[in-house]
């Protein structure tokens, strides 16, 4: 028997994103899981601002729609988890964000988490994400470092001593019992530098890939009823056509 085959599914168009993920959720995944990576084929190279993150869903619903039977379960890999609640509306197997495993899963090791990352601008977007998922009372703070870098995919390695000295500070002045590295380019680092921090710290493809492995594990069945069920048939124009026969159900039931 094989294992279950979980879609990375990264809505920016970096592919060196995409294998930096890859690597960090591999090495958290269970023996038998199958990671398939996915990149973007347009859009952003990542993802920093409310406009990118718009786009950025809507990409990840046309990725979805092609591959979501093709897996058992996908990952939406950026942090602020755009189109995770429209994926949960439209589609059947369980749909995980970063950003919400990696707060869900730092709210089962401490009270308040802090979230830190490498620039100035995600801090918007993070804010609300946080607000969306309804854990602005568990987060201790966002802390951001505010100096240029030279490549986004190379960032961890060009500021890990900052981002450090970064979660330390929101351990003593935020009073954070657990930190999230946040943001695609730092997957990975968390491994790295857990021993240079003073509370535990969370790697946020491997607290998806746990959470989306443990989500297979519990077998849910789609809604039925309430707010994630799936809408109903729906007339469309100009949509992929994947993602449109996912909206008017292929069964031509339009609504008027």
Not at 117 to 124: D, K, V
Not at 164 to 172: D, E, G, P
Request: hydrophobic share 50%; glycine share 8%; with cysteine.
């Amino acid at each position: 028997m094989t294992g279950p085959r979980i879609l990375l599914l990264n809505p920016n168009t970096s592919a060196e994103m995409t294998e930096r993920m890859l690597a960090a959720g591999q090495s958290a995944a269970a023996p038998g899981t199958t990671l398939v990576p996915l990149t973007a084929g347009r859009g952003v190279p990542y993802i920093a601002t409310r406009a990118e993150a718009q786009i950025g869903g809507a990409i990840a619903l046309e990725m979805l729609a092609e591959h979501h039977r093709e897996v058992d379960a996908a990952i939406i890999a950026a942090f602020g988890d755009p189109g995770l609640f429209g994926a949960r509306e439209l589609f059947d197997i369980p749909v995980v964000g970063l950003a919400e495993a990696a707060m869900l899963t730092a709210c089962m090791l401490g009270r308040r988490f802090a979230i830190v990352s490498f620039a100035r601008a995600l801090g918007p977007w993070y804010e609300e994400c946080v607000a969306m998922h309804g854990l602005a009372g568990r987060c201790a703070g966002i802390r951001l470092l505010d100096s240029p870098f030279q490549q986004v995919a190379e960032v961890q390695e060009e500021k890990e001593d900052l981002l450090v000295q970064l979660a330390n500070k929101s351990v003593r002045e935020d009073e954070a019992d657990v930190v999230i590295l946040a943001g695609a380019p730092l997957s990975g680092l968390a491994a790295k530098v857990a021993h240079r921090i003073l509370v535990p710290v969370v790697d946020q493809v491997a607290a998806a890939v746990k959470q989306a492995e443990a989500l297979l594990a519990l077998k849910p069945r789609k809604a039925t009823e309430g707010t994630f069920k799936r809408p109903p048939a729906k007339r469309v124009i100009g949509l992929p056509d994947s993602l449109a026969a996912r909206i008017t159900h292929s069964d031509g039931n339009f609504e008027t």
